[in-house]
């Protein structure tokens, strides 16, 4: 199985892409043989940009696009802001071509300097994942900057993960794999080549 692990964290090091790191461990140890590839979006930022204002993909955005197309599953976390998921975040998914979450299970998460922006799992994250036709796992993970300490709180942030990834393992198995969609690489190419006239 393949499973690819989104970060919108905008800085490096982040705690989101900290986050995204235990998540993808986490759900590799439950799925046993899974690949789990990280995609950092700061480094498609340019790319995810210019998609949005062309409408076309750069062939480095569209290889992450047929990425998570041919996946089992997805990780998806961002940084909060406003209450909300980053700009980056919400862009990239804006650009992402329809129907490629159709059916795919997906695990929430997102992280913050307190714990008052929790909430952005199921007033921001579930809703639009919803809306992309994912499967959204019942468990997200929400992780304060307090949470990654050695104290109590560290280890309460290590047992959500765990619940967190057996709840999507479970969902991932329960879909069972995915055909590498090849419809999908060719409608894209045939999109790209009508807003580029060179068709």
């Known amino acids: 199985m393949r499973v690819i692990a989104?970060?919108?964290?905008?800085?490096?090091?982040?705690?989101?892409?900290?986050?995204v790191d235990r998540l993808a461990a986490a759900v590799g140890?439950?799925?046993?043989?899974?690949?789990?590839?990280?995609?950092?979006?700061?480094?498609l930022a340019r790319a995810i940009t210019d998609a949005l204002v062309t409408g076309v993909a750069s062939p480095e955005l569209a290889e992450v696009f047929d990425a998570i197309a041919g996946s089992d599953g997805v990780i998806a976390v961002t940084p909060t802001f406003n209450a909300t998921f980053s700009g980056?975040?919400?862009?990239f998914f804006d650009v992402?071509?329809?129907?490629?979450?159709?059916?795919?299970?997906?695990?929430?998460?997102?992280t913050g300097g307190t714990e008052r922006h929790s909430l952005v799992l199921d007033h921001a994250l579930r809703p639009m994942f919803s809306y992309l036709h994912a499967l959204v796992s019942p468990t997200g993970v929400y992780a304060a900057t307090s949470d990654f300490g050695a104290d109590r709180s560290g280890a309460v942030l290590s047992e959500r993960i765990a619940s967190a990834a057996r709840d999507f393992a479970r969902l991932v198995r329960v879909s069972g794999p995915r055909p590498h969609p090849e419809k999908f690489t060719d409608e894209l190419t045939e999109i790209q080549s009508l807003l580029?006239?060179?068709r």
Do not use: N
């Open 6 to 19: 989104i970060s919108g964290g905008l800085r490096e090091p982040s705690t989101t892409r900290l986050l």
């Open 29 to 43: 140890a439950e799925l046993g043989e899974a690949d789990v590839e990280v995609i950092e979006l700061r480094r």
């Open 88 to 91: 980056l975040f919400k862009s």
């Open 96 to 110: 992402l071509p329809e129907q490629t979450l159709d059916g795919r299970p997906v695990l929430i998460a997102a």
């Open 196 to 198: 580029t006239g060179t």
